[in-house]
């Protein structure tokens, strides 16, 4: 899906700017107050960022909007004013958008605030239906956090799914760090990147590509170290388009110098996809 050109204006490559990864990293924002979600109408998305944009323009947010990479469907969103942020993510599903409102740093924010801050930007939204949900408490990293994950996640995985292309099979490699463990049910294990780089080459490029199931990634903080990453995804032929595998995958991301890479992958629990499971 295209971006309108005065949209596009607003958006830059999160992986490339390092103010804006390296906020989005920043733990310790705690839990959202409250959250949204919101299913975008076919081909409406350029019409709900622009809404949210009029929103931040009418309420006094200063607003960031970054696209994951210029060929990408992934978009971060953060707002910010003295006493609210809002920050949101299509990360897991191209066709809807999480809206979550946390007490800005220092500030005195109670639930009902939040809601009616909440309310108003609902007001603003077009091109989507939105609910609102409760924000859930079962030891899963914050918002900032899953969405830089779901961020490298989907810069990865592009670099993979186009390794054939010149200067992408680098790209992927530089998401690991070079003593990587790769832990395959079928395929055994990998001590280094370079032979787990080696076997991608040989074996995928040109040959299928990665896609996430939508819904399934999950992210937990590892304290004083990084996150773990948690998910299911589907392989799909390029000759033939079918996406008849399924797998459960972990990955250990480790943030060092102000640079993600993963550590460790398992790659497991490989079977045949069914139709309920394919991605739209």
């Not at 760090?177 to 280094?192: C, K, M």
């Not at 199931?213 to 799909?236: L, N, W």
């Amino acid at each position: 899906m295209k971006i309108s050109a005065a949209l596009f204006g607003l958006f830059v490559c999160v992986l490339a700017c390092p103010s804006l990864a390296a906020e989005t990293a920043r733990p310790g924002s705690g839990r959202p107050l409250t959250v949204a979600t919101c299913t975008l109408s076919p081909g409406a998305r350029p019409q709900f960022l622009a809404s949210l944009q009029r929103f931040a323009d009418d309420e006094g947010y200063a607003v960031r909007i970054a696209q994951v990479s210029p060929e990408a469907t992934g978009v971060l969103m953060q707002m910010f004013r003295e006493d609210l942020k809002v920050l949101g993510s299509n990360s897991f599903d191209a066709g809807k958008f999480d809206l979550a409102f946390y007490s800005n740093d220092g500030a005195n924010v109670s639930v009902g605030d939040a809601k009616r801050a909440q309310d108003t930007l609902l007001a603003h939204v077009q091109g989507a239906s939105c609910n609102v949900k409760p924000a859930e408490e079962d030891g899963r990293a914050d918002d900032p956090l899953t969405a830089t994950i779901a961020a490298l996640d989907t810069a990865s995985f592009d670099a993979f799914n186009h390794c054939d292309q010149p200067g992408q099979l680098d790209k992927y490699a530089s998401y690991f760090a070079p003593e990587l463990e790769f832990y395959h049910d079928q395929g055994g294990v990998t001590w280094t990147r370079e032979a787990m780089i080696a076997n991608t080459r040989k074996n995928v490029c040109g040959h299928f590509r990665r896609e996430l199931v939508p819904g399934s990634m999950r992210v937990y903080p590892i304290k004083d170290f990084g996150a773990i990453e948690q998910g299911e995804h589907t392989f799909c032929q390029f000759d033939s388009g079918k996406c008849e595998g399924i797998a459960d995958f972990v990955i250990v991301w480790r943030l060092r110098d102000q640079r993600w890479e993963a550590t460790r992958v398992l790659s497991y629990g490989h079977r045949a996809n069914v139709p309920s499971k394919q991605a739209d």
